[in-house]
């Protein structure tokens, strides 16, 4: 079993609707929650952190945890032709010495 | 904050030369940096862990004689490709986590790596 796992995808969404990415992590101690972004070709870049179960916003980015269940996920609102590219799920446990990456989910917004 | 430099960012070079890639942390110390390898299409693949000081912790099936890391100071990573070979060829990225954050990895641009 993965330490991280995501849909593939591709998740099509059209221009201006919420797109709502979902990951499920196996490690029950873990601590930290990241989102990143990668555009093809680019490395990827950090868009959210959570640590603790609920949600947590910053403009169109709304993430969400909830360690019973052992998922944590990303919203994004009012989603942009430009929000188009791979969103990696990351985790890690208490010491922080390790990323588990989920393999990312491929998001396209349709103009 | 929090950006991460690499140099170079693409490299061409002949089968059996080696090639050397920088990662700096500009604007923070990196007491941990990773390095990645990743394929076309393919999710990041964690090739080792270095800690400033001391050896890199590589992962299962990395040669560590081939990918040589060396982590010598809070700003700075190298990783050594040996004696290159055109399956080599790839996009390697580095990453630093400081000890002021709760765990974020801030990637470095990457660097592009072709074998021929």
């Known amino acids: 079993q993965k330490e991280v796992e995501q849909n593939s995808g591709p998740l099509s969404v059209p221009e201006g609707a919420i797109a709502s990415l979902n990951c499920t992590y196996s490690?029950?101690?873990?601590?930290?929650f990241f989102w990143y972004r990668q555009y093809s070709g680019k490395s990827p870049e950090l868009i959210m952190s959570i640590y603790s179960n609920g949600d947590k916003e910053d403009g169109r980015f709304t993430a969400q945890l909830n360690k019973a269940s052992q998922y944590v996920s990303l919203l994004i609102r009012d989603s942009q032709p430009s929000d188009s590219a791979t969103y990696l799920c990351a985790v890690t446990p208490y010491n922080f010495n390790k990323f588990y990456f989920g393999s990312g989910t491929k998001l396209n917004v349709k103009p | 904050g929090a950006v991460v430099s690499q140099h170079p960012s693409r490299v061409i070079c002949k089968s059996g030369t080696s090639v050397k890639i920088e990662c700096r942390s500009l604007d923070f110390q990196a007491t941990t940096m990773f390095w990645y390898r990743q394929f076309p299409k393919q999710s990041l693949m964690l090739m080792a862990t270095s800690n400033e000081g001391s050896k890199a912790t590589y992962e299962q099936g990395v040669e560590k004689d081939k990918f040589l890391i060396n982590h010598a100071s809070l700003t700075l990573s190298t990783l050594t490709v040996t004696s290159a070979h055109p399956e080599d060829s790839s996009f390697y990225i580095c990453?630093?986590?400081?000890?002021?954050?709760?765990?974020?990895?801030?990637f470095g641009p990457g660097t592009r790596l072709t074998v021929l």
């Open positions: 990453s630093a986590r400081g000890l002021a954050v709760r765990g974020e990895q801030f």
């Open positions: 490690d029950r101690v873990s601590q930290s």
